[in-house]
Nanobody
Framework: QVQLVESGGGLVQAGGSLRLSCAAS????????MAWYRQAPGKQRELVAN???????TYADSVKGRFTIATADAKNTVYLQMNSLKPEDTAVYYC???????????????WGRGTQVTVSS
């Protein structure tokens, strides 16, 4: 079984910064993709950024130039550095990963429980 543990959310003023972390643990052979999604009240969940060996790092247009996604591969951890935060960035942020639990197995997607980010104006 694989578990994702997120941390780093909180309340920040507009223009401030936060850093989210997500650590994957359990039976992990290979991590194929790690990503961050977010869901604001009354809105659909949307992709914020993802990173993988074949795709590199990609970002939603709304966060380009302000957010940076990075991984610490040895720790199966993904980070999201969020700078110049805006009130519209307020949402629950979810970690997402696609993992192979053993050699030759199919890849499986996992979600974290989410961490709240609130940006005040």
């Amino acid at each position: 079984q694989v578990q994702l543990v997120e941390s780093g959310g909180g309340l920040v003023q507009a223009g401030g910064s936060l850093r989210l972390s997500c650590a994957a643990s359990g039976s992990i052979f290979a991590v194929n993709l790690m990503a961050w999604y977010r869901q604001a009240p009354g809105k659909q969940r949307e992709l914020v950024a993802n990173i993988g060996a074949t795709i590199g790092a990609t970002y939603a247009d709304s966060v380009k130039g302000r957010f940076t996604i990075a991984t610490a591969d040895a720790k199966n951890t993904v980070y999201l550095q969020m700078n110049s935060l805006k009130p519209e960035d307020t949402a629950v942020y979810y970690c997402y990963t696609i993992i192979q639990v053993r050699s030759g197995s199919m890849s499986t997607a996992y979600w974290g429980r989410g961490t709240q980010v609130t940006v005040s104006s």
